[in-house]
């Protein structure tokens, strides 16, 4: 199990590819988002941003946060929680059939004061198509357990 200093800044994982269907899309937007353009091709017809029916960028961030989890249950880190995402932006519509793939970097780290035997690892996390072209971005903080270092000193004694 991966504890806080088996991670460093600069560290990446790239995650996917795993395919946005169109039927997932359409339930998830009946359910969740139910948005026109979100529901249907027609419904998407003069829309000023999507040139035919778009998914929902809430199933695009669920499915990415899919991936961090799916990777760290292959890779398991010691998970004490994430309180939140933060500046999540869909960058560019994703639509039904697209491929997406996930980047993860450790952008900053820092052990709680705080809070003793944890750490906060800042991840930047970019979601990009088939084309390669970033659809989402966003900012994962995750409390890992950060065990306390010991220091050993060891004394030497002439005999």
Same mark, same amino acid.
């Given at each position: ?21 169109? +039927? ?5 937007? *009946?359910?969740?988002? !139910?948005?026109?353009? /979100? ?9 000023? +941003? ?36 933060? *500046? ?18 450790? +952008? ?7 809070? !003793?035997?944890?750490?906060? +690892? ?24 950060? !065990?306390?270092? /010991? ?9």
């Amino acid at each position: 199990m991966r504890t806080f200093d088996d991670f460093a800044v600069g560290d990446m994982v790239r995650m996917g590819p795993v395919t946005v269907g169109r +039927i997932e899309a359409m339930e998830f937007a *009946r359910r969740y988002d !139910p948005q026109p353009y /979100l529901l249907s091709d027609e419904g998407a017809e003069g829309h000023p +941003i999507f040139a035919r029916m778009a998914v929902s960028g809430w199933l695009v961030s669920a499915m990415m946060n899919r991936l961090v989890v799916e990777d760290m249950r292959a890779n398991p880190v010691a998970i004490v929680g994430m309180p939140g995402a933060e *500046r999540l932006r869909w960058v560019r519509p994703v639509y039904p059939d697209d491929q997406l793939m996930l980047e993860a970097e450790v +952008i900053a780290m820092r052990r709680l004061a705080s809070w !003793p035997g944890t750490g906060l +690892i800042h991840q930047k996390v970019r979601a990009r198509n088939q084309e390669r072209k970033l659809v989402l971005t966003a900012l994962f903080p995750w409390l890992v357990a950060a !065990p306390e270092r /010991l220091t050993v000193m060891h004394r030497m004694v002439d005999g």
